[in-house]
């Protein structure tokens, strides 16, 4: 029976906002330029990343698929982390572009602004989905056949939106509160829809990748590829393992040394020795299993911390205020036709802006304070109203009531 390892690869970067203060508001509309040597620079953190994730990553990926012929992968790729390599690491941007190139790649569609827009704006997000559609065309090549809205946020809303969109397939985070006695390791049909398929991560196995693998404390520690070759081939029924996680993964979140290269240089070979064993894209996960079930899933889910819903980004006060004073804005933005301004308000509408204002403690507190470039949640808010008062400015300037 076939099995398929189904591995996916999100990359994103935000444009976070540099230290930006009330004296600055209505003086200076930089809110994304903060100096190389702070602890905000976009471009000193694409830097970075791409010289310890994204560039030696990618190398060994494409050192796999010239090696394994039926080594395949499936990644996103924001607009704004596109457009980040553009300006700051064309090297990173052309070793995505040869993995593209093998034909053994697939790009996954989503938001171009890595925003929550669907809950907010339907207008809004199907604006961002096709411009991340079209940068995905000209700089790849591919058109998305498949979606992922941000932060893996999910709901039957966005399933039937997507199926009448005319995507094949869907992602979404495999919760046991929402499969219930079923597995992950299979395709699902989406409640109220009539062709598209869902794919659901495995977070258990995934996230032995992500979170886990350079942890010595674990009890699986070390990780080999054979040892989690072997879990994989002792689910005898099941068709497809998703293995969904960060492309910051490999070299940033789990640096060199912990041995995560050598574990993703291996995993091929071991998996592949067996008969009947693959790797798939997406969609070919989606071509190739039929749907086992039903999933109704009528109340949001994501990828993020312990409840997997969206209090990462809208759990408290001052992250509510934020994204609602914002959209407020979208009708007097768009009316205004001034591209830069409508820029920054989208640029604003990123959901990490958000996570950082998030005030969990505990585990969920202590991988928000990793991500986040400010000190305190409270910073973050801070800058992000500052930003967004500058905006109302620059709208009451053109003549706009606000």
């Known amino acids: 029976m076939s099995k398929a390892i189904v591995l996916y690869l999100h990359v994103h970067q935000p444009y ?57 992968l499936s990644l996103s790729i924001t607009g704004t982390v596109l457009e980040q390599l553009e300006k700051w690491s064309p090297e990173a941007l052309q070793s995505f572009k040869d993995l593209v190139a093998t034909g053994r790649v697939e790009i996954v569609g989503e938001t171009y602004h890595h925003s929550l ?29 498949v ?42 049909r989406p409640a109220y829809t009539d062709n598209i398929r869902l794919l659901m991560k495995n977070y258990k196995l995934s996230d032995d990748i992500a979170f886990r693998f350079g942890d010595r404390g674990w009890s699986e520690w070390p990780l080999t590829a054979d040892k989690f070759a072997h879990w994989l081939s002792e689910d005898q029924n099941a068709t497809n393992f998703d293995l969904f996680m960060d492309y910051e993964t490999f070299g940033e979140h789990q640096w060199e040394a912990s041995g995560i290269f050598d574990f993703l240089a291996h995993l091929p070979g071991e998996w592949l020795k067996t008969e009947g064993h693959q790797f798939m894209t997406v969609s070919e996960a989606c071509d190739t299993f039929q749907p086992t079930d039903q999933i109704d899933v009528p109340q949001t889910i994501t990828w993020a911390d312990t409840e997997r819903d969206l209090s990462a980004w809208l759990g408290n006060g001052m992250q509510t205020s934020a994204i609602n004073s914002l959209y407020s804005l979208q009708d007097k933005i768009l009316q205004s036709s001034d591209l830069a301004l409508i820029e920054d308000w989208r640029r604003l509408q990123t959901s990490d802006h958000f996570y950082y204002m998030c005030t969990k403690w505990f585990n969920d507190g202590d991988i928000h304070a990793y991500f986040s470039p400010y000190e305190t949640p409270y910073e973050a808010f801070i800058n992000f109203m500052n930003a967004y008062h500058d905006v109302r400015y620059r709208l009451s300037e053109k003549g706009f009531e606000v």
Do not use: C
């Not at 694409?46 to 994730?53: D, G, I, R, T």
């Not at 709901?155 to 079923?182: H, Q, T």
């Open 16 to 72: 976070r906002i540099r230290h930006y203060t009330v004296f600055d508001t209505a003086t200076r509309h930089d809110y994304f330029d903060a100096p190389y040597d702070s602890r905000e620079s976009n471009e000193r953190i694409v830097h970075k990343v791409a010289e310890k994730s994204y560039l030696p990553t990618n190398r060994r990926l494409l050192e796999l698929l010239n090696q394994n012929p039926d080594f395949k």
């Open 117 to 145: 827009a669907f809950f907010y704006s339907r207008e809004e997000f199907e604006t961002q989905v096709e411009m991340h559609k079209k940068k995905v065309q000209e700089l790849f090549g591919q058109t998305p056949k």
């Open 147 to 188: 979606f992922r809205n941000t932060e893996l946020a999910y709901n039957n809303d966005l399933a039937y939106w997507a199926d009448k969109a005319g995507y094949k397939g869907i992602l979404a985070e495999g919760w046991d509160k929402v499969l219930d006695w079923r597995s992950p390791n299979y395709v699902y």
